[in-house]
């Protein structure tokens, strides 16, 4: 029965992902973002204010940060069609062995085609409209924009209260409790990861700006952004951006002495960032298995494409909290982070019935 139920959550999660995608990146935003409106909200500000004031700031640095690297970022698109034929050019040998490979396997298949079977018709392609599937595109992302933007807001608005409500409303007052000690564990904790995140992250953007600056590097800032957002993807984000930063640095220098330079002082800044700065500041208490992290941004990307590699870490943190609060988390816990459940199993867990029991002795 549990297989069933899951499989069809599977199938709805899929085929619905249009409307659920919306729903699940405004929750991911709301825990991002409920740590400054709790804040200001103890400061004596209505906690409606405080989410209202927390989101246009939050959308603020979006429209700016979009703002700014609008025109290199256009800039640069124009230029593609140059920029292929200089990556084709300075890869030429690779490309002509490519090219004779792909020969060889047409040749292999034309030999395996049977001589008497007439050649298909090809039929014309269809001819879609462009300006309409621009269009329909545009709606669509509009509707999810301000579908995110409204439930993100009316979850920072409701704030414990609601959830308190919702939880007592399918359970006794102690099962209420521990839920919402529970979300409210899973928002700190959260929080607290990603805003300690961000600040890496764009500690390692400037760093890296100031990097592609003198080592002479075009738009050096909008390249940073992208370092900086990418880094966002544990492992395959700095991977990539090193990736990026190198192909772009083949395009613009024409000797290979400044392009080992930008590959290098990059490698050996994300080196830095990720082997002791992001230890010491957000240490060990998130600690997930790599394969399990991979294997996450793999399988979300396949099911949701760029929102399931966003919110893929989020989720499995999500779930190793969940764990930590629950009585019988411990094989889940060895089974995110193996090295965590150690620390998880040394000191005793007393269970939510044993911690009532014992307030109430006393």
């Not at 700014?68 to 069609?81: C, I, K």
């Not at 309409?132 to 409701?158: K, M, N, P, Y």
């Not at 760029?306 to 889940?332: N, S």
């Not at 000191?347 to 044993?354: D, L």
Request: a positive charge; hydrophobic letters at 55%.
């Amino acid at each position: 029965m549990r297989i069933l139920v899951l499989g069809f959550g599977g199938v709805l999660l899929y085929f619905a992902q249009t409307a659920i995608i919306p729903v699940v990146l405004a929750v991911l935003f709301a825990l991002l973002l409920s740590g400054p409106v709790e804040t200001l909200n103890r400061m004596g500000l209505a906690r409606s204010l405080s989410a209202v004031l927390i989101l246009l700031v939050f959308v603020g640095i979006l429209v700016t940060t979009v703002s700014v690297l609008w025109t290199p970022a256009q800039e640069w698109l124009a230029s593609a069609p140059r920029v292929l034929k200089i990556i084709e050019k300075k890869m030429g040998p690779t490309a002509r062995v490519l090219r004779r490979i792909e020969r060889v396997s047409e040749s292999a298949g034309h030999l395996t085609e049977s001589p008497g079977k007439a050649a298909p018709s090809m039929a014309a392609p269809a001819v879609t409209d462009a300006s309409e599937s621009v269009l329909v595109q545009t709606r669509v992302a509009a509707v999810s924009a301000v579908t995110i933007a409204i439930l993100t807001l009316f979850l920072l608005a409701g704030g414990p209260a609601v959830l308190a409500r919702m939880g007592a409303a399918f359970s006794s007052n102690t099962e209420a409790t521990h839920v919402l000690r529970v979300i409210a564990a899973v928002r700190a904790e959260v929080g607290r990861y990603y805003a300690t995140v961000a600040l890496i992250n764009l500690g390692l953007g400037l760093a890296t700006a100031v990097m592609l600056y003198f080592l002479g590097m075009p738009n050096p800032f909008l390249w940073a952004v992208l370092v900086a957002l990418l880094n966002f993807i544990p492992y395959v984000g700095s991977a990539t951006a090193l990736i990026l930063l190198t192909v772009i640095a083949l395009v613009s220098f024409d000797t290979l002495g400044p392009v080992l330079a930008v590959a290098g002082s990059y490698l050996a800044l994300a080196t830095i960032e990720g082997q002791i700065v992001q230890p010491l500041l957000v240490g060990q208490r998130l600690e997930l298995n790599p394969i399990i992290v991979f294997l996450a941004l793999w399988f979300g990307g396949w099911f949701w494409g760029i929102a399931g590699i966003v919110v893929a870490v989020p989720v499995l943190v999500t779930m190793k909290v969940i764990a930590q609060h629950c009585d019988q988390g411990a094989p889940l816990i060895e089974f995110l982070s193996p090295n965590l459940v150690r620390r998880f199993r040394s000191k005793p867990f007393k269970s939510r019935a044993e911690s009532i029991a014992a307030r109430a002795g006393t």
